[in-house]
């Protein structure tokens, strides 16, 4: 079937702008995690969810980033206020998460770029 | 602290050569440790993971625990291995929730 998809693939935004990225996950994966990626480095993780479940935000950089998954599929990313620093590739990885020692593998999407003018 | 180390940004070889890419880590615990790739223009998806013990696309990676490094090696380059190549690792265990910790990536160029 179809890959993880995100959209906006692009979003360019005035300093001080909210902004809202929209993932869709693999159907069934139970697992979501956002990663964020800046220019020249690898992703770093953001927040992980369990079905609707956020059971990690340690990775959000500030209260000004809120994530969420109400019906346990599609999730958003928010950014309120957006500032330059925020510019970047933000990432929407999906699994069928984990059994025992086992953890399945992520499925990436293509990515949303935020520009912050 | 938990890291992923990648001391190459750039790795040129030429078609044919052997190529290694250089990980290490730090990590107070068992982790797991993989490889990820993004081809140009593609997303980010795995290459392989130590606990399957695989070759894929030729290439191949073993965990030394004693040196804390996975280094991701292939005999014969070809210019379709051009790409970037990120380390990563995750915490194993009924505790984990497997998020991802990663380097900074490695960009491999194979030159013809």
């Known amino acids: 079937g179809a890959g993880v998809s995100q959209s906006p693939r692009y979003k360019v935004a005035k300093r001080g702008q909210d902004v809202a990225l929209r993932c869709d996950p693999i159907?069934?994966?139970?697992?979501l995690f956002w990663y964020q990626q800046a220019l020249g480095q690898g992703p770093e993780f953001l927040t992980y969810f369990q079905n609707e479940a956020q059971l990690d935000k340690s990775g959000l950089p500030s209260d000004r980033f809120f994530a969420e998954r109400p019906e346990g599929s599609v999730s958003t990313l928010k950014i309120q206020r957006t500032q330059q620093e925020d510019s970047a590739v933000y990432l929407c990885a999906s699994s069928l998460g984990s059994r025992g020692a086992y953890t399945y593998e992520q499925y990436f999407g293509p990515g949303t770029r935020l520009t912050v003018t | 602290a938990q890291r992923v180390t990648q001391p190459e940004k750039l790795l040129s070889v030429f078609k044919g050569a052997p190529v290694e890419l250089k990980c290490n880590y730090s990590?107070?615990?068992?982790?797991?440790l993989f490889w990820y790739v993004q081809y140009s223009r593609q997303r980010l998806q795995l290459l392989l993971r130590?606990?399957s013990r695989e070759s894929i696309k030729g290439f191949t990676a073993d965990l030394n625990k004693g040196e804390t490094s996975f280094h991701l090696k292939k005999p014969f380059a070809q210019e379709e291995d051009s790409a970037m190549y990120y380390c990563?690792?995750?915490?194993?265990?009924?505790?984990?929730?497997?998020?991802?910790?990663f380097g900074k990536g490695t960009k491999l160029s194979v030159k013809p």
């Open positions: 990590y107070s615990g068992s982790p797991e």
């Open positions: 990563a690792l995750s915490g194993r265990g009924g505790g984990s929730q497997g998020n991802l910790i």
């Open positions: 130590h606990i």
């Open positions: 159907s069934g994966h139970v697992s």
